[in-house]
């Protein structure tokens, strides 16, 4: 097996397990439950082309090591390797190789901005980058510099291939956002996300002057108190970054004791609502991606670390199946028995076969199936799960562990998926447990939606097996020592865990797995401040648009006749709305409209609970928990409020939202 590790090669040639208990624990019958006490850590010996001595793993260095994990508490993480590694040599199966693309710099970057929606500040259609001028007029200042230097990496690159079309200058695209005129920052406001409108086309929209994140930004990151708990979701991370000076606070502390030391972060109430990843349009999640991607790479360009997305060429893989095969096909063949599934079935069988088993079994996770009966109940899943022939009384739980852990290295790339792997991986040397954590919160929303609804309902599962630990000894800290092999030790392509530093890495990427599981519902949040970047992003398109269909106009009477006729209804209608009252459609109750009264203390939760007290018997099956009151159009496309979303101030934010009360999803 060949392993990647940026130019060098390195070859895994053998397990050298310490001590002749492991040799005992290889020699296990068939029928009997491996077990863990009888295997001990050990170590791989690895060659790399440029040398031929074999690198061994060197002693922990505690003051290397991130989280001060020591060696014994780590041994559930070797043991797992071992377990995985031994499946893999037993398999006989040749695999399939995933080779990691090293594009140059140039390349890399122009890649980067397709990724971030940005192409057309480079090359051909760099001539009228009109749409992206908008775009970047809603960028923080940090995130505006993470763009620049990329436009100028790729500029540089193109001038020395010697393209033939335009290659633009820097200065050309970003001199809108630096009009000279403007006033000198003081460093603590983010100029450039100041937009060209004046005054009275903001109160035209009638949008809140708190949108536009100029003074405002810049008083809340002058009144920003620090605090190792409330994570600040209404301000750029890399913003705060930025202006955080003292990086003493809130490094990461020593420790090998369970969840206890790591802090309770939490998330302030926002009056507007929390936004979670589900809740917006697919035509926002769009901008939210790109967004994100821009706030990640300025994040890790403000604290020094590098950030590169890894590109992996096209394999051949296995177009039907179980094991193996890519999830978007497994997605797709699933749908066809169950039409709107989003996780595999197979996944949910095996979390639905272990947890009627109960989940208070001591090592669970952790021991491992019998070998054997593992690859045979594989390889009678393959044939018979789909037609439904499968017996699955016969599954013992600790081998449904096992294939379940099997299914997640086994897909042709990493859940964590190939380009962004390495990042979750250097998650771990940020400087800081909450950088860390927003760091996390922006790589899960650029995963794609199957392996984020699949990682979430992992996740989910193994907070389940912890809330068990005082039974089954499966804590924080167990669960991810054993998991962390199956996540982050990808063996299509070089993982770092297998390096010279190997503990050290090991050691990182089962603190980051137990930052994924403890704060996993901080990470399905979309930060406030992304959402209103949004926001802002469809308002200026809209404006846009406006002006464009007010030319036409001046060229179609008719059309002109028929927008004015439309103009007119609508000014109709909105006077039977009194100020300070919403109308609520609700299509799919009895009650098709209601006019509401806003009140500082009205919640979504309120204007639901009105509606479904007045629903007729026809509709009676519904249930709170089965509707939700929706925010649509205005400045945000679509919008699933959370029941506390205060409305009178979520109207003042976008006062041209219809509000509808619908079933989500629909």
């Not at 929706?630 to 041209?656: A, F, H, S, V, W």
Request: proline share 4%.
């Amino acid at each position: 097996m060949s392993w990647l590790s940026g130019s060098q090669r390195v070859v895994l040639t053998a397990y050298h397990p310490s001590g002749t208990n492991a040799a005992a624990g290889n020699q296990a019958k068939e029928g009997e439950e491996a077990c863990p006490a009888s295997r001990r850590s050990g170590q791989y010996t690895m060659h790399h082309e440029n040398s031929k001595k074999a690198t061994e793993r060197p002693a922990f260095d505690r003051s290397s090591s991130q989280d001060s994990l020591d060696e014994l508490s780590m041994d559930d993480y070797w043991k797992e390797l071992e377990n995985i590694h031994e499946t893999r040599k037993n398999s006989h199966e040749e695999e399939e190789v995933v080779v990691v693309k090293e594009p140059d710099e140039g390349e890399l970057e122009e890649e980067w901005l397709k990724e971030a929606g940005l192409s057309n500040l480079f090359g051909e259609s760099a001539e009228d980058p009109v749409e992206s001028m908008v775009f970047l007029s809603t960028l923080t200042r940090t995130q505006k510099a993470a763009v620049q230097k990329r436009v100028e990496t790729v500029t540089q690159t193109m001038r020395k291939k010697n393209k033939q079309h335009q290659v633009p200058d820097v200065r050309d695209i970003f001199r809108i956002q630096n009009d000279p005129k403007e006033k000198v920052s003081d460093g603590n406001e983010p100029p450039s996300v100041k937009t060209s409108i004046n005054k009275n086309e903001t109160q035209e929209e009638g949008k809140d002057p708190e949108f536009s994140l100029g003074i405002h930004e810049k008083n809340l990151l002058e009144d920003m108190t620090v605090s190792e708990t409330d994570i600040n979701l209404e301000i750029s991370f890399a913003e705060q970054a930025a202006n955080v000076k003292d990086d003493s606070i809130d490094k990461i502390s020593g420790g090998k004791d369970d969840d206890t030391l790591l802090p309770n972060f939490r998330l302030p109430k926002d009056k507007t609502g929390t936004t979670k990843i589900g809740d917006l349009a697919p035509q926002d999640m769009k901008k939210v991606y790109s967004l994100a991607l821009i706030e990640l790479t300025a994040l890790y360009d403000i604290l020094g670390t590098e950030f590169k997305q890894q590109k992996a060429l096209k394999i051949k893989t296995k177009d039907s199946g179980l094991f193996g095969v890519p999830l978007a096909v497994l997605l797709e063949q699933d749908q066809k028995k169950v039409p709107g599934t989003k996780i595999p079935l197979i996944l949910q069988k095996l979390i639905s076969q272990i947890e009627e088993a109960r989940l208070d079994t001591e090592g669970l996770l952790r021991i491992p199936g019998v070998a054997a009966r593992v690859k045979s109940l594989c390889q009678e899943l393959e044939a018979k799960f789909y037609e439904g022939t499968f017996n699955w009384e016969t599954v013992k739980q600790h081998d449904a562990a096992s294939l379940l852990k099997l299914f997640i290295r086994e897909l042709p790339q990493p859940l964590l998926t190939v380009e962004y792997l390495k990042a979750f991986q250097d998650v771990q040397y940020l400087p800081t447990r909450k950088q860390q954590l927003q760091a996390l919160n922006l790589l899960v929303l650029l995963l794609p939606e199957a392996n984020r609804d699949m990682l979430k309902v992992l996740l989910e599962f193994l907070q389940r097996i912890i809330d068990y630990r005082d039974k089954n000894k499966m804590t924080l800290n167990n669960i991810a020592m054993v998991m962390a092999p199956n996540l982050f030790t990808f063996h299509g392509f070089g993982s770092k865990s297998i390096e010279q530093n190997e503990f050290v890495m090991a050691a990182g990427t089962a603190n980051v797995m137990r930052f994924m599981i403890k704060y996993q519902k901080l990470l399905w949040t979309i930060p406030k401040f992304i959402v209103n970047q949004v926001r802002k992003q469809n308002a200026e398109s809209q404006r846009k648009e406006r002006k464009d269909k007010a030319m036409k106009k001046l060229l179609k009477k008719m059309a002109y006749d028929r927008e004015k006729h439309e103009k007119q209804d609508k000014n109709s209608n909105d006077a039977d709305v009194p100020q300070g009252v919403i109308r609520v459609q609700a299509p799919h109750l009895s009650k098709v409209s209601m006019a509401i009264q806003l009140t500082e203390e009205l919640k979504a939760s309120d204007i639901v609970a009105r509606f479904l007290s007045q629903k007729s018997g026809v509709v009676s099956s519904l249930q709170k928990e089965e509707v939700f009151l929706y925010e649509i159009g205005g400045n945000i496309g679509e919008r699933c409020l959370d029941d506390d979303t205060y409305m009178k101030d979520l109207y003042q934010l976008n006062p041209n939202a219809e509000w509808v009360i619908k079933p989500k999803n629909i």
